[in-house]
């Protein structure tokens, strides 16, 4: 049998006892009741910090959370006031939030903008001491896909190392080595290093033939690649040397006979 619910859920308009009507509590919003929640929350932990005998570890654990609940409290009270004001929920937010990772803390820090949009992330881990370990500080778009278009690093120590900007990723000391990798190679091993650095790295100064011990029989170039001979090997071009290939450039090596060569 079908019949139709009247008023407050069938009760013929009549509510239910302890009910409110419609500017009571059962018209609040969600943000309403989380700053009402929260706030309670916040005083029993500043009930529980102002005790006597609780240990340095546990007060500074309530500092913590404290700080955290009344980021999000503000957070809350900004959201309440959108809503009212008729712009978009989370417009002009700012989140601060502190994690205790026990040997370091992460610290975050996110904005928003008028639309309600991400439009920057700080993060920082520094260690007991409060000093810095690593960081990343990003601006967003604000819009669209929002993506990334500034990102800096913080290093160990508070350097900072830009590797975004204007939504362009920054070449590595934002600048073009003096020399090819070629040269550099070729200057290294003449001065008699084990190492050099080049755009920003570091590498060593062995050939691939050194390395795998592997005599050349003498051929350097081109024109005499063919005068070597080793026993299921060829003499040919192939790619760089040194950990890292030079796009573009050919030098010459042993490599295994392909299968089906008799040359």
């Known amino acids: 049998m079908a019949f139709k619910m009247n008023g407050w859920g069938g009760w013929q308009n009549q509510p239910p006892q302890g009910a409110q009507g419609a500017t009571g509590p059962l018209n609040k919003n969600q943000s ?58 989370r417009a002009n937010l700012n989140k601060d939030v502190n994690r205790d990772l026990g040997v370091a803390t992460l610290e975050t820090q996110k904005t928003t903008n008028e639309q309600g949009r991400k439009d920057a992330v700080t993060r ?13 500080e990003k601006k ?13 690093i913080v290093k160990k ?20 080595p003096t020399q090819t990798f070629k040269e550099a190679f070729a200057a290294a091993r003449k001065a008699g290093k084990e190492n050099f650095m080049w755009d920003g790295r570091k590498y060593h100064t062995e050939t691939r033939e050194e390395q795998q011990g592997v005599e050349p029989g ?3 170039d081109a024109d005499t690649h063919g005068t070597g001979d080793r026993e299921g090997y ?7 040397f040194g950990e890292k290939e030079e796009s573009g450039k050919q030098v010459w090596e042993w490599v295994k006979k392909p299968k089906g060569y008799y040359k």
Request: proline share 1%; aromatic share 0%; no cysteine.
């Open 218 to 220: 003498g051929a350097t």
């Open 234 to 240: 060829i003499w040919k071009q192939t790619g760089g």
């Open 157 to 176: 120590g508070g350097e900072k190392v830009v590797k975004k900007v204007d939504g362009e990723k920054v070449k590595k000391n934002n600048q073009t």
């Open 124 to 136: 920082t881990l520094k260690n007991n001491k409060g000093e810095v370990i690593r960081g990343t």
């Open 32 to 89: 309403e009741r989380a700053v009402e929640r929260l706030t309670k929350k916040q005083q029993r932990l500043e009930e529980k910090l102002n005790k006597e005998g609780i240990s340095e570890g546990k007060k500074g654990r309530l500092e913590n959370r404290i700080s955290n609940v009344k980021n999000k409290l503000s957070r809350k009270k900004q959201m309440v006031k959108n809503i009212k004001e008729g712009k978009p929920k």
């Open 140 to 152: 967003k778009s604000g819009e669209g896909l929002n993506v990334t278009t500034d990102k800096t």
